[in-house]
């Protein structure tokens, strides 16, 4: 391979379009080269933005044991290809194998060659599968043509249509795991984000650069580009079995929101903007499947009991006089070690929040002991409900009193 020389044009991959000027003939194939030609330069456009969940889309379960189903709600992603892939209405995926085999089974993205495309797996034994959708394309209508010996190809169509498609890929759960169903969702959500690696055990690795690059956050991105494709966009973890059907729906363990790629995504050190859409993403997740236990006994539950990991911060909410159900502070933190509530101001809670995406999640059986706030607005309101902060105690002390801000019996003051 011979070198390039500076100050001289470097073609090789670049876009290559049509140039038009009056008299010239065009082909079918001309005008499909300018369509590729733009179709790219959003795909660079979407590169640059960088990809999952813009908004919508969200997971829930629906269906029956027999024959489960998922609603998808109307939405938009872009894959890691670049591509934008809308769903423009809500749908009820089906998870179950249909009767027969589908016809016309869209291509996954336009100009491809007519033919069925790969959809996945169905649920058809127990375990944890993620649910993607991806773009795809369809015709429509019959395009007349003229030197073929019959109009019958199935290619020739009159239009392209611009579409989805959902797929499910099953995850690599131990058996192990899955018998541990008071634990499962806590469990696959630790293997989603990638709680066991830690990229500063070993920054500088076995390795010189640039063949040293980051391990995989977890079992999702372990999947790239394998078992799943880069125009794949994963929207939700589902636990199914055949007894009880789908066990949960968990969006925050697969979702994240649309983050740009930079030039530090190829360092081992977690100080991109993908490590502060996971950090997010870890909050989420605890919080929505807090809600759903809300759903039970919230009083008489204890974290240990369903969660091997706790966040480095989350909102947990009390019993209120207003009849509204809540979690027991001396319950749910049983058997752990905790400090407080320690009563703050509420304008400290964002800062708060946005420094924990910093913070690795808390392994439980380590004993590690955590904070617990209170915003001084909470606990002097007769109508809101109230909660507390937990707060991983890695984390710096939030609690310092400011005589600046002082208010009777609602400050720190030692």
């Given at each position: 391979m011979?070198?390039?020389?500076?100050?001289t044009?470097f073609f090789?991959?670049?876009?290559?379009?049509?140039?038009f000027?009056?008299?010239?003939?065009l082909?079918?194939?001309d005008?499909?080269?300018?369509?590729?030609?733009?179709i790219?330069?959003?795909?660079?456009?979407?590169?640059a933005?960088?990809d999952?969940?813009?908004?919508?889309?969200?997971?829930?379960?629906?269906?029956s044991?027999t024959?489960?189903t998922?609603?998808?709600?109307?939405?938009?992603?872009?894959?890691?290809?670049?591509?934008?892939?809308?769903?423009?209405?809500?749908?009820?995926?089906?998870?179950y194998?249909?009767?027969?085999?589908?016809?016309?089974?869209?291509?996954?993205?336009?100009?491809?060659?007519?033919g069925?495309?790969?959809?996945?797996?169905?649920?058809?034994?127990?375990?944890?599968?993620?649910l993607?959708?991806?773009?795809?394309?369809?015709?429509?209508?019959?395009?007349?043509?003229?030197?073929l010996?019959?109009?019958?190809?199935?290619?020739?169509?009159?239009?392209?249509?611009?579409?989805?498609?959902?797929?499910?890929a099953?995850?690599?759960?131990?058996?192990?795991?899955?018998?541990n169903?008071?634990?499962?969702?806590?469990i696959v959500?630790?293997?989603?984000?990638?709680?066991?690696?830690?990229?500063?055990?070993?920054?500088?690795?076995?390795l010189?650069?640039?063949?040293?690059?980051?391990?995989?956050?977890?079992?999702?991105?372990?999947?790239?580009?394998?078992?799943?494709s880069l125009?794949?966009?994963?929207l939700?973890?589902?636990?199914?079995?055949?007894n009880?059907?789908?066990?949960?729906?968990?969006?925050?363990?697969?979702?994240?929101?649309?983050?740009r790629?930079?030039?530090?995504?190829?360092?081992?050190?977690?100080?991109?903007?993908?490590?502060?859409?996971?950090?997010?993403a870890?909050?989420?997740?605890?919080?929505?499947?807090?809600?759903?236990?809300?759903?039970?006994?919230?009083?008489?539950?204890?974290?240990?009991?369903?969660f091997k990991?706790?966040?480095?911060?989350g909102?947990?909410?009390?019993?209120?006089?207003?009849s509204r159900v809540?979690?027991?502070?001396?319950?749910?933190?049983?058997?752990?070690?905790?400090?407080?509530?320690?009563d703050?101001?509420?304008?400290?809670?964002?800062?708060?929040?946005?420094?924990?995406?910093?913070y690795?999640?808390?392994?439980?059986?380590?004993?590690?002991m955590?904070w617990?706030?209170?915003?001084?607005?909470?606990?002097?309101?007769?109508?809101?409900?109230?909660?507390?902060?937990?707060v991983?105690?890695?984390m710096?002390?939030?609690?310092e009193?400011?005589?600046d801000?002082?208010?009777?019996?609602?400050?720190?003051?030692?």
């Open positions: 011979s070198a390039t020389r500076v100050n044009p090789d991959g670049g876009l290559t379009s049509i140039k000027f009056n008299g010239r003939l082909s079918g194939d005008l499909s080269t300018e369509q590729t030609a733009n790219q330069a959003r795909e660079r456009l979407g590169l933005l960088g999952g969940v813009v908004n919508g889309l969200e997971v829930t379960a629906s269906g044991a024959q489960p998922v609603t998808v709600q109307s939405g938009l992603a872009f894959n890691r290809s670049g591509d934008a892939v809308q769903l423009a209405n809500t749908v009820d995926v089906g998870l194998a249909p009767a027969a085999p589908a016809a016309n089974i869209p291509s996954p993205s336009p100009f491809t060659p007519c069925p495309a790969d959809l996945g797996v169905y649920l058809s034994t127990a375990g944890v599968y993620l993607t959708i991806a773009p795809a394309s369809g015709t429509q209508g019959r395009a007349p043509v003229l030197g010996a019959d109009g019958s190809d199935k290619c020739n169509a009159k239009y392209l249509l611009e579409g989805v498609q959902f797929r499910l099953q995850l690599p759960i131990a058996a192990s795991d899955l018998a169903t008071a634990q499962l969702r806590n959500a630790a293997r989603c984000f990638g709680f066991t690696v830690d990229p500063l055990i070993d920054p500088f690795g076995t010189p650069p640039p063949q040293r690059t980051p391990a995989p956050q977890g079992i999702i991105e372990a999947l790239w580009p394998d078992t799943l125009d794949e966009v994963p939700a973890v589902v636990s199914w079995t055949a009880a059907g789908i066990t949960f729906v968990d969006m925050w363990s697969a979702r994240r929101r649309l983050s790629s930079d030039a530090a995504d190829d360092t081992v050190l977690p100080i991109t903007r993908r490590d502060v859409a996971r950090g997010e870890i909050l989420l997740q605890f919080q929505d499947q807090l809600q759903s236990i809300l759903a039970g006994s919230p009083a008489s539950f204890s974290a240990t009991s369903a990991y706790l966040p480095p911060l909102l947990l909410p009390l019993p209120s006089t207003a809540g979690f027991s502070q001396a319950t749910f933190f049983q058997g752990l070690t905790v400090t407080g509530p320690i703050i101001e509420g304008a400290r809670a964002e800062a708060m929040i946005r420094e924990s995406f910093r690795p999640p808390v392994d439980l059986s380590t004993g590690e955590f617990t706030f209170q915003t001084r607005q909470n606990a002097q309101s007769s109508t809101a409900r109230p909660y507390l902060f937990f991983t105690g890695q710096p002390y939030f609690g009193a400011r005589y801000v002082a208010r009777f019996d609602y400050a720190a003051w030692t």
